[in-house]
T-cell receptor, first 115, second 114 residues
């Protein structure tokens, strides 16, 4: 199994600022996924990050608001830009168990509160 | 499009009660199906999975059977414990381009009372 860590684990930010969330995996993986979980809600996929190419964003999410970097096969960052209180959520990263598997391992999440 | 419909919550049970959480799906092709669990303050953990029709996934006393004829993957446990209190998510695995993605249901909050 993959071990995934995220930093920070939680943060409280001011409206209008940006926060970068880091995701580190203990093994090399092709795809990394970023999800948002709004309070009391299910997980919504923000984007899929493939090393060496631009991230693929889901409907409703744009690169200017959620820029993603994927500099190598074990690391990714998600930035939440120009934050508003509506961005208060848990942000999770995940990876596939194997290249041909749908099963995903999840990080512990970053709990973001925007005031 | 592909989607997962999950039983509305919250669900409150007494310890040792029988649990069923309903999950149905809509998909083109033959998806893989999953149940994930999220304990308070933690990330998601895979609880069980099934990759083809009639497969039964099981773990920690929980079971779910992939029913193609009813497009369902209901989660059951014969005797719940207080430690089972968590949010349970049904999920469907599908391909999007080269990525193998998961689509999640809305989640069901389970509270087990002693």
């Amino acid at each position: 199994s993959a071990v995934i860590s995220q930093k920070p684990s939680r943060d409280i930010c001011q409206r209008g600022t940006s926060l970068t969330i880091q995701c580190q995996v203990d093994s090399q993986v092709t795809m990394m996924f970023w999800y948002r979980q709004q309070p009391g809600q299910s997980l919504t996929l923000i984007a899929t990050a493939n090393q060496g190419s631009e991230a693929t964003y889901e409907s409703g999410f744009v690169i200017d608001k959620f820029p993603i970097s994927r500099p190598n096969l074990t690391f990714s960052t998600l930035t939440v830009s120009n934050m508003s209180p509506e961005d208060s959520s848990i942000y999770l990263c995940s990876v596939n168990r194997g290249q041909n598997s749908y099963e995903q391992y999840f990080g512990p999440g970053t709990r973001l509160t925007v005031t | 499009g592909d989607s997962v419909t999950q039983m509305e919550g919250p669900v409150t049970l007494s310890e040792e009660a029988f649990l069923t959480i309903n999950c149905t799906y809509t998909a083109t092709g033959y998806p893989s199906l999953f149940w994930y669990v999220q304990y308070p303050g933690e990330g998601l953990q895979l609880l069980l999975k099934a990759t083809k029709a009639d497969d039964k996934g099981s773990n920690k006393g929980f079971e779910a059977t992939y029913r193609k004829e009813t497009t369902s993957f209901h989660l059951e446990k014969g005797s719940v414990q207080v430690s089972d209190s968590a949010v349970y998510f049904c999920a469907l695995g599908l391909s999007s381009g080269s990525a193998r993605q998961l689509t999640f249901g809305s989640g069901t909050q389970l509270t087990v009372l002693p």
